[in-house]
């Protein structure tokens, strides 16, 4: 698929600080994110990142510097516009679902956004397979389990066929199921060329469901590039108190020995890697290594 | 247009209670709740008492100095900007309402609402004034002090402590309605905007339900009611506190005087 490399969203010199903080929340921050890219943006708890989204959707406007959504500058245009091109997830649910059914819940929202009625039906049908929640339609959201509701929000956010998703703490209260489910739903909006920004501190997801990460630290963002730089970034991820991935760690060890360019970030990449070394026959490091 | 009122004046309310003036750079942080409380009320007595435009407007100037010693400017400035926008909705509408319901000369109609709005404002500065620079613990403890039974007193601190918690829950409701494409319009179309505004308030009200329960359940585990406590600082009404209040009650006094019998 080819894409538009132009940037979907940036944000250029952006201060931020909230009215009860003591200081700026984010500091100068600037990234520039390409469409059609799946982003996490990695930080620990209070870093900033539900602050830096909540700047991509339009619920907060910077004190100082600039922020483009597909071009458009948010201090010049209406929420609503916004809106109909952002998609967004919170990270607490409870705040999205009031209807009786998750047919209803996407009913609504495409209603807000005009969507013509006569094709309400089939969309609602579409997003929900295309999800995997066909299944869940018809079901009170309050009976649902946070996984399920999870599903159902990010149905909700794409209803509309937004360009840009945007999703907070995608992995909160999931189990492995569910995070597999969402990793590989994540991957497949990114291959049809959506832009997904993402807010995580779980690098294990990361590694699994983005194609890019960025690193937010004391209001700036450290590192952005693809996976594979900034997960190696093993000084970088200690001062944003993230941990590296297992499959980096431990291949960092043993590059020492491998001495190769090679950067695995699954297992199957690094299990690949260690048989072609052991079928070259320049073996691993021996016990006395 | 409306919608935007009452959100500005949640943020307000919200804003207002989250800023906590630090302990040691504030004047009005060190008074004993106690006094604040007793100060309170005679300033609600005053605003409700005085029944011109200037006595109002000397009143909400005396706040602003009152506040002024507990923030510092800007945190002022940022912190009321929604209430002011908020009354300044509110003193237009009533203007408009006293030319076109009640058929006032406009000259009135204006001394009218800038009467209503300015009452308004300051019961406003001064409960934000009272509530935002005293912790509620303290508060419990005043009036525990007072004579009120634990209890009550503790969920009276309580209710002040979740104020900007209800606010911050009703503004995130708001904002993740309008990310999905809510917009509560009063055009001509008056059931469309009902039905949008009933489904913002059945997501309030579920979102305020299970906050009530979380917080009853977490007083529950943390036995509390089982006996009576202590609490970690000890309050101690001080000269201070006796300046504070006769300081106050001079002031008061002077303005309830002036409104009485200088202001035309």
């Known amino acids: 698929m080819l894409l538009n490399k132009s940037p979907a969203v940036e944000l250029i010199d952006v201060w931020f600080k909230y009215l009860s903080s003591r200081d700026y929340v984010l500091k100068g921050l600037s990234i520039a994110i390409n469409k059609g890219t799946s982003v996490a943006i990695m930080g620990a708890n209070g870093s900033g990142k539900t602050t830096l989204l909540k700047h991509v959707v339009g619920l907060l406007r ?13 201090q010049a245009v209406g929420f609503q516009e916004i809106a109909r091109c952002v998609g967004f997830i919170p990270q607490n649910l409870n705040y999205m679902f009031f209807a009786s059914s998750v047919r209803d819940e996407l009913a609504i929202t495409l209603r807000n956004f005009e969507y013509p009625d006569r094709l309400v039906k089939n969309r609602i049908e579409l997003v929900a397979e295309s999800i995997g929640i066909g299944d869940l339609l018809d079901e009170d959201p309050s009976t649902l389990s946070y996984g399920q509701l999870r599903l159902a929000s990010i149905a909700i956010a794409l209803s509309h066929d937004p360009e840009v998703v945007v999703i907070d703490e995608p992995t909160m209260g999931l189990d492995k199921r569910y995070r597999e489910a969402l990793a590989k739903i994540i991957r497949q909006l990114a291959e049809d060329g959506r832009t997904i920004i993402a807010s995580s501190h779980d690098v294990e997801f990361v590694s699994k469901a983005f194609n890019e990460a960025a690193l937010l630290n004391e209001g700036r963002i450290t590192v952005y590039g693809g996976l594979r730089e900034v997960l190696y970034e093993y000084t970088e991820l200690v001062k944003a108190r993230l941990t590296m991935p297992t499959v980096p760690k431990l291949f960092n060890e043993l590059e020492k020995c491998f001495n190769t360019l090679s950067k695995p970030i699954s297992v199957g990449e690094f299990l690949s890697i260690i048989m072609e070394r052991l079928g070259d026959g320049r073996g691993c490091c021996r016990a006395s290594d | 247009m409306a919608v ?3 959100e500005q004046a949640i943020r307000g309310v919200y804003e207002g209670f989250t800023y906590r003036v630090e302990e040691a750079d504030a004047l009005l942080y060190k008074v004993d709740p106690r006094a604040k409380l007793a100060y309170m009320i005679a300033a609600l007595i005053a605003i409700s008492i005085v029944d011109k435009l200037w006595g109002q407007a000397m009143l909400l100037c005396y706040l602003v100095f009152l506040m002024l010693t507990g923030y510092h400017v800007r945190k002022f400035a940022e912190a009321v900007k929604p ?3 908020t009354v300044l909705f509110l003193a237009t509408l009533l203007a408009i309402m006293y030319v076109v319901v009640l058929g006032e000369a406009l000259s009135r109609s204006a001394l009218h609402a800038a009467f209503t709005a300015l009452r308004i404002a300051n019961v406003s500065l001064l409960l934000i004034a009272t509530f935002s620079t005293s912790p509620p613990e303290d508060i419990a403890q005043a009036l525990v002090k007072l004579g009120t039974p634990f209890n009550q007193a503790y969920l009276f601190s309580l209710t002040i402590r979740f104020v900007p918690t209800v606010a911050r829950d009703l503004l995130n409701t708001y904002d993740y309605f ?3 494409g809510f917009r ?7 059931l469309e905007g009902v039905r949008q505004l009933s489904y913002m308030l059945t997501s309030i009200t579920k979102v305020l339900l299970e906050r009530v329960i979380s917080v009853a359940e977490a007083l529950e585990t943390r036995c509390f009611g089982f006996r009576e406590r202590t609490f970690y600082r000890e309050l101690k009404v ?11 009650a001079a002031v008061l006094a ?10 035309p």
Request: with cysteine.
């Open chain 1, 62 to 74: 910077p004190q100082r510097g600039v922020v483009k959504v597909l071009g458009m500058d948010v």
């Open chain 2, 4 to 6: 935007g009122v009452v």
């Open chain 2, 83 to 85: 209430v002011a926008l």
């Open chain 2, 178 to 180: 309008r990310v999905r």
């Open chain 2, 184 to 190: 509560v319009k009063w055009g001509l179309n008056v």
């Open chain 2, 238 to 248: 001080c000269r201070r506190d006796i300046v504070f209040l006769a300081l106050n």
């Open chain 2, 254 to 263: 002077k303005i309830l005087l002036i409104n009485a019998f200088l202001v």
